[in-house]
């Protein structure tokens, strides 16, 4: 088995320019509250127009399903239909686009419209590290994987977002114990482990998300 540290070093070449072009993206969110996504050449979709707010939404929408989902409930919602749309409304456009747990994910969008303006003062935070405990303590349904997806792609660059995808990476590179439960503890784990992956190739941990997702998955999305 190729060791992690030159299978991303073996990846780099190819994906570069769209890694940078994601972090691009992300980072105009936190300074401008928009951004407009681009996901070619990995998805046949047009490019979208998204806000912090509908960024919140996207990752509530990721979980226990798949970025790629995601992104297509986003583009069809839109900024103001996560707003503006009733409860039934989100419903049946996500469950049409045939989530597993649409009504759930239409709750927590509706719920989460009282926190816009909380969501809109944490992507002023300087430290991803800090932001993500206030995160997981004031918004319903986020843990610490919703709340680091979430705080990556508004550009903050210090979290690591352990998904299904991330972690079998490090089990299988034997940086980590393989684990059934990704506990906060095993969690941290981890983060620990990418950082130090981090700092052997002078990555940011947003940077190598990308990577390992492309290695895993042979995409760049977010």
């Known amino acids: 088995m190729i060791p992690a540290k030159e299978e991303i070093e073996n990846v780099k070449p190819k994906v570069e320019k769209y890694v940078k072009e994601r972090i691009s993206q992300f980072k105009n969110l936190k300074e401008?509250?928009?951004t407009t996504f681009s996901f070619y050449p990995f998805l046949d979709i047009q490019p979208?127009?998204?806000?912090?707010?509908?960024?919140?939404?996207?990752?509530?929408?990721?979980?226990?399903?798949s970025a790629t989902?995601?992104?297509?409930?986003?583009?069809?919602?839109?900024i103001e239909g996560f707003k503006k749309y009733t409860l039934d409304e989100l419903y049946q456009i996500i469950k049409g686009m045939g989530h597993r747990f649409a009504y759930q994910r239409a709750e927590r969008i509706v719920k989460l419209r009282e926190k816009e303006d909380f969501l809109l003062q944490i992507a002023k935070e300087k430290s991803g590290?800090?932001?993500r405990e206030k995160l997981v303590k004031e918004i319903y349904g986020y843990g610490y994987k919703e709340a680091s997806h979430f705080l990556r792609n508004i550009g903050f660059?210090?979290?690591?977002i352990i998904d299904r995808h991330i972690s079998r990476f490090l089990f299988e590179k034997g940086l980590v114990k393989p684990r059934k439960t990704i506990t906060k503890k095993v969690y941290l784990e981890c983060?620990?482990?990418?950082?130090?992956?981090?700092?052997?190739?002078?990555?940011?941990?947003?940077?190598?998300?990308l990577y390992i997702f492309y290695i895993k998955t042979g995409k760049v999305l977010k």
């Open 48 to 65: 979208y127009q998204a806000d912090i707010f509908s960024e919140a939404c996207f990752c509530i929408l990721t979980a226990n399903s």
């Open 69 to 78: 989902l995601g992104i297509k409930i986003q583009k069809e919602i839109g």
């Open 129 to 131: 590290k800090e932001a």
């Open 191 to 209: 983060e620990e482990a990418l950082e130090k992956i981090c700092k052997e190739l002078g990555l940011t941990q947003g940077e190598l998300d």
């Open 157 to 160: 660059e210090d979290v690591a």
């Open 32 to 34: 401008k509250n928009l």
